[in-house]
């Protein structure tokens, strides 16, 4: 079965600072790979995707992650956050289970940037 | 403007009512879900549609019911709320299977 670990639930960072957030999944098939952000008492929003082609894959607000095959793995990163980037990240991979399409979500970060 | 609606977005009431959480979308997107959120923790697929009259329970087992009588409408109702029914609900859609999905703002439940 496909399933997505984000091995940290919480990663403090300063502003201006450098910030990588964990993604790894399971997977025996092509996969489609999603990073999605939550503020507070709000939906998700989609932040970047990885469904074919250029392995690196950027947001609009300075967002980037890499898909590695060979290491199963879906990191985000910036390299330099801003306090309106505190918010849930979720780690999510697109899969073909029980006769249907889905999303699995991992377990989310939280990322809390502090001035 | 093409979007995803949910009301209310806040909702507290006793054991025992039955409510709707609404979920509309203006996208014309034919699949639909409901994901259940507890607070930080990562969402969990409870119905799912792939169109007018199809509905499909999801991994996570629910107590709740949902119906799609019209494309652009995705409701879930529970007859009988429960305080273990407090949670955050979340409705989705998406055009293609695999692609990506566009969220609702989502509905707090509080049950006392």
């Known amino acids: 079965a496909q399933s997505v670990t984000q091995l940290d639930s919480q990663v403090p960072v300063f502003e201006e600072a450098p910030v990588e957030l964990r993604c790894n999944y399971s997977?025996?098939?092509?996969?489609?790979l999603f990073w999605y952000v939550q503020y507070p008492n709000q939906g998700l929003q989609l932040l970047l995707k990885?469904?074919?082609?250029?392995?690196l894959v950027k947001s609009i607000n300075g967002f980037e992650a890499e898909f590695n095959k060979s290491q199963t793995s879906f990191h985000l990163r910036k390299p330099s956050v801003h306090i309106s980037d505190t918010a849930e990240y979720f780690c999510?991979?697109?899969?073909?289970?029980?006769?249907?399409?889905?999303?699995?979500f991992g377990a989310g970060t939280r990322l809390a940037v502090h001035p | 403007e093409a979007d995803i609606y949910q009301t209310p977005r806040y909702l507290v009431i006793g054991t025992g009512k039955k409510i709707t959480l609404e979920c509309s979308q203006t996208?014309?997107?034919?699949?639909m879900y409901w994901y259940q959120q507890d607070p930080g923790m990562e969402l969990h697929l409870i119905h799912y549609?792939?169109?007018?009259?199809?509905?499909e329970k999801g991994d996570l087992s629910s107590e709740s019911t949902v119906s799609r009588i019209r494309t652009e409408h995705f409701p879930l109702t529970l007859e009988s709320a429960r305080p273990s029914h407090t949670s955050q609900y979340l409705c989705?859609?998406?055009?293609?299977?695999?692609?990506?999905?566009?969220f609702g703002p989502g509905t707090r439940l509080t049950v006392l």
């Open positions: 996208m014309g997107h034919d699949k």
């Open positions: 999510a991979v697109s899969a073909f289970s029980g006769g249907y399409n889905k999303l699995i």
């Open positions: 989705a859609s998406t055009e293609r299977q695999a692609g990506e999905q566009f």
């Open positions: 990885y469904l074919s082609g250029s392995t």
């Open positions: 997977s025996s098939v092509s996969v489609y």
């Open positions: 549609s792939y169109g007018v009259n199809s509905t």
